[in-house]
């Protein structure tokens, strides 16, 4: 008798941006996806949607959820199939933008450091939790192709508070303070940042997603 033993991971696994915490974006469908064993059924249960995919051949599965309008109450975003069940506490619905670039894109509001920091702590007296607003980081990596996974140590969603204010990104931070305190804009923002990742193609350097 042969016997195959499969980790936690590849019995059912998420895609990188769903996590604890995390924002999904308002007014539109959203593609929930991931990994398991093929042939198997995922369920996904997100308010008073059940939504169900089939795992394909390659191992991998995606569902829509309907469109939502912002809502400021943690929600718990269920995912399962026969073999294993996620869940994902804290999960809202608002605005999520994707803030691209190098380091201008990392420096925190931290103090100390450089030119950016709040030296004077100007930004610092002013500053209240704001638990509305999250970060979500995807690390830096080279690569030729688009990448599945994000590094470790990465894909973790983090609230605004005075404890984490180190190290949120400056520019990101502001971004979605101006967009949370527009009257048309919904209470919730979240703000994910990407780097650019490059590929070399006849001597040059071009910017890939």
Request: aromatic residues 10%; hydrophobic residues 35%.
């Amino acid at each position: 008798m042969t016997m195959f033993l499969l980790s936690a991971g590849a019995l059912l696994t998420l895609g990188a941006p769903f996590n604890h915490g995390a924002v999904l974006q308002r007014d539109m469908k959203i593609p929930v996806w991931g990994t398991s064993v093929t042939g198997e059924t995922v369920t996904i249960s997100f308010g008073e949607q059940r939504v169900e995919a089939k795992v394909t051949p390659d191992g991998r599965w995606r569902a829509e959820l309907a469109p939502m309008p912002a809502c400021g109450e943690g929600r718990t975003l269920r995912v399962g199939n026969s073999l294993r069940s996620i869940v994902l506490y804290d999960v809202l619905v608002g605005e999520v933008w994707l803030c691209a670039g190098q380091s201008n894109m990392e420096q925190p509001l931290g103090l100390g450091g450089n030119g950016w920091a709040d030296k004077n702590g100007a930004i610092e007296a002013r500053l209240t939790d704001e638990t509305d607003i999250r970060y979500l980081s995807s690390g830096g990596k080279f690569a030729a192709a688009p990448q599945e996974t994000v590094p470790d140590g990465n894909g973790t969603w983090r609230t605004f508070t005075s404890e984490s204010l180190v190290r949120f990104p400056n520019i990101p931070y502001h971004f979605a303070m101006n967009c949370q305190n527009k009257p048309k804009m919904p209470p919730r923002a979240a703000v994910s940042k990407l780097k650019f990742c490059f590929q070399q193609k006849d001597n040059k350097y071009n910017p890939k997603w």
